[in-house]
């Protein structure tokens, strides 16, 4: 009975502490920035989420309680400034270098793959909010995607099938629900977010299989570096856009936040419109 007490102390002390790793790895970790974590986060002004508020600019909506307060601007922009170092001196010349030697092809190629290995917060979050359909097209995907399209390389279940992705996270589970995503936060190498994104891209990050299947310190090694590449790639991508705004921004800082927060608005709105 000892022996089996010991033995179940230890395993709750392994867990305990892989999951500690886990979160503090999601804040340690230079470059290794992408798209949740919900989200694929890029340095800033390079960030889908800017992006794509930049095009829908979509009014913030209900959800975002309390976030243009920005409590946290101490610590937001000196991170902010950080970052933006971060993308100038680090990552935007080693993606440059990258794209010389990588056709666009093959980096397109690699971001589709990058993308189909994250199915499962996708198909978890969709089920979370009781879409079914969309979770099933997720697995469907999955498969399709991995045979046919050479482990996520090419995507024959959208082209061929018509079976297309269902972006989710668990931050947009939380506003699917309403329930309030506390004040903005600007995460150092990861950028924009707020408390409950956080939480979301902690969330996301444990539901990796290979988390419980080896050891910690080899699963935090091929995570980091398999978020190093796939920023890097993702950043080759797109090493032109948004320039013009970082150059006559009048406040970057503010423009960023503000194209954060709407996008997220707008993929929730978009969430509760889907017909399920």
């Avoid at 800033?44 to 095009?55: D, E, T, V, Y």
Wanted: charged share 20%.
């Amino acid at each position: 009975m000892e022996m089996y007490m010991r033995s179940a102390s230890k395993q709750i002390e392994k867990t305990g502490a892989r999951w500690m790793m886990l979160a503090s790895s999601l804040l340690a970790v230079v470059s290794f920035a992408t798209p949740a974590l919900c989200q694929d986060v890029a340095p800033l002004s390079q960030n889908p989420a800017a992006q794509s508020a930049a095009a829908a600019r979509t009014p913030p909506g209900e959800n975002n309680q309390g976030v243009y307060s920005d409590p946290f601007s101490g610590f937001n922009e000196p991170m902010f400034t950080f970052n933006l170092k971060l993308d100038d001196w680090v990552l935007r010349p080693v993606a440059s270098g990258y794209s010389v030697i990588a056709p666009q092809p093959v980096r397109e190629g690699v971001g589709r793959f990058f993308n189909n290995v994250r199915v499962i917060p996708r198909f978890a979050n969709n089920l979370f909010q009781l879409k079914l359909i969309e979770a099933t097209d997720e697995v469907a995907r999955f498969g399709i995607n991995t045979t046919l399209g050479v482990a996520g390389f090419f995507d024959p279940a959208d082209s061929w099938f018509g079976i297309e992705e269902h972006p989710n996270d668990f931050g947009l589970t939380i506003r699917y629900y309403n329930i309030p995503t506390g004040p903005y936060l600007m995460l150092p190498f990861f950028g924009p977010s707020t408390i409950a994104d956080t939480v979301g891209l902690v969330a996301d990050g444990a539901m990796n299989p290979l988390d419980y299947l080896v050891p910690t310190w080899i699963a935090v090694t091929v995570s980091a570096g398999q978020r190093a590449f796939e920023a890097v790639n993702y950043r080759s991508l797109h090493m032109n856009q948004f320039e013009e705004a970082d150059r006559y921004a009048i406040d970057l800082y503010g423009a960023v936040q503000d194209a954060y927060l709407q996008t997220r608005d707008h993929e929730v709105k978009k969430l509760h419109e889907e017909q399920w």
